[in-house]
């Protein structure tokens, strides 16, 4: 069975700084990878998503990731962080293979941006 | 177009009541699932539905909790005799469609927040 680690579980950065999300997967074949952005109040937002190809893929509001399988690791960054980043982040793994749909999160990121 | 709804988007009732927490799909999608998110603990998966196949059930916690999916499009997801542990965010999400070989994206509703007391 698949699993995914979060291992920071709040985050505080400055307006304007860098941002570094990380994200271990387990799972034995190339996984589907996933974040997802949980405003509060909110239902999950699709940022970005690998499948196969490219391993540094783009999403929304800038943000990116970087698939590394050497490392099981889908790492979420964004070169300028806004006020408005401020929210919880979920990395998810899907299965690979026929039939497969069940997601598997970690238990998220949140993410305060300091003004 | 319309995206995955829920309702009711708060739910507050008293332990060992029954509650009945309804999912609307993205019109189209054939599959659809219900998730649980408790407080720090990420989501946990309950139940998948697949057009007309048997549900998998392998996620629900316990046997007070059921859904169905009527028509293939909406469903509801009952939570019988509740406890305080029922207490979380539950969370629907739907997708085109399940059993081929790629992963198909879900899209998530904006939840039910029950509150046990």
Redo the contacts between chains.
């Keep these: 069975a698949q699993s995914v680690t979060q291992p920071d ?1 709040h985050i505080t950065v400055s307006e304007g700084a860098s941002l570094e999300l990380r994200c271990n997967y387990s799972y034995g074949a190339t996984p ?1 990878l996933f974040w ?1 952005v949980q405003s509060p ?6 940022l970005l ?1 690998y ?1 196969s190809g490219d391993t540094l893929v783009q999403g929304i509001k800038g943000f990116e990731a970087e698939f590394k399988r050497s490392q099981s690791s889908f790492n979420l960054r964004k070169p300028s962080v806004h006020w408005s980043d401020a929210a919880e982040y ?1 990395c ?1 793994v ?15 990121t949140k993410l305060s941006v300091i003004p | 177009g319309a995206g995955v709804s829920q309702s009711p988007s708060n739910k507050v009732t008293e332990k060992g009541k029954d509650v009945e927490l309804r999912c609307d799909p993205i019109s189209g999608h054939t599959a659809l699932y219900w998730y649980r998110q408790s407080l720090g603990q990420g989501l946990e998966f309950l139940i998948y539905f697949q057009g007309n196949s048997a549900p998998d059930k392998s996620g629900l916690p316990s046997d007070r909790f059921s859904a169905e999916r009527t028509g293939g499009s909406v469903s509801t997801l009952t939570i019988q005799r509740t406890q305080q542990e029922d207490s979380a965010v539950y969370l629907c999400a739907s997708s085109v469609g399940g059993g081929s070989s790629s992963f198909n994206e879900q899209f998530f509703g904006p939840g039910t927040r029950l509150t046990v007391l």
Excluded: M
């Excluded at chain 1, 109040?41 to 699709?46: I, K, N």
């Excluded at chain 1, 299965?95 to 999160?105: D, P, V």
């Design positions: 579980i589907y997802y109040g909110q239902g999950l937002q699709l998503k499948f979920f998810a899907g299965a690979s293979g026929a039939g497969s749909y069940q997601l598997t999160f970690g238990k998220g």
